[in-house]
């Protein structure tokens, strides 16, 4: 029965090819909008920075300002190329690299469980790009002739 329906629901291999990029787009939109966030809502986000446990850390790793204009012209940028497939893996193992300090740092504290677990998942999601590459209808697969 449980089979019976699995069949029943099954993607058909038209739907299936579009899972790839649609996979990535949708990824790579908390990116875009959040990258977009470091640059009008900087003040906010810094102020929630200093909320931080770890802002001590933070204040030694780098100026707190810096690092958010940083991360947000890396999601930004990254973040479009990954919709694009254009440079996929690359552009999730940075996204990845930027992500896991901002995770450790800001979300990890009192009352963001919600955010740390959200950012766990893209984390995975993140990671499965890193591991399959870019899939279907991503411009890292055109075919460049060299003349």
């Known amino acids: ?5 699995e069949t029943f629901i099954a993607p058909s291999h038209k739907l299936s090819a579009w899972a790839d ?6 990824t ?3 990116f875009i909008i959040g990258g977009l966030g470091h640059f009008g ?8 920075m200093t909320d931080s446990p770890w802002w001590d850390v933070i204040n030694m790793v780098g100026n707190p300002s810096w690092l958010l204009w940083l991360s947000g012209a890396i999601f930004i940028i990254f973040g ?4 694009l497939g254009w440079m996929t893996r690359l552009s999730a193992l940075l996204i990845f690299v930027t992500l896991v300090p901002i995770t450790v740092t800001v979300h990890i504290a009192p ?6 677990f959200k ?7 993140l990671f499965l790009i890193y591991c399959r590459g870019p899939g279907r ?11």
């Open 137 to 147: 209808y991503a411009l890292d697969n055109r075919n460049i002739s060299r003349g």
């Open 119 to 125: 950012n766990i998942a893209i984390l995975g999601a």
């Open 28 to 30: 790579s939109l908390i």
């Open 41 to 48: 809502e900087h003040q906010y986000m810094l102020d929630r």
């Open 21 to 26: 990029p649609v996979f990535r787009v949708l």
């Open 80 to 83: 479009v190329m990954l919709a």
């Open 111 to 116: 009352g963001h469980v919600g955010p740390l």
């Open 1 to 5: 029965m449980i089979r019976a329906i």
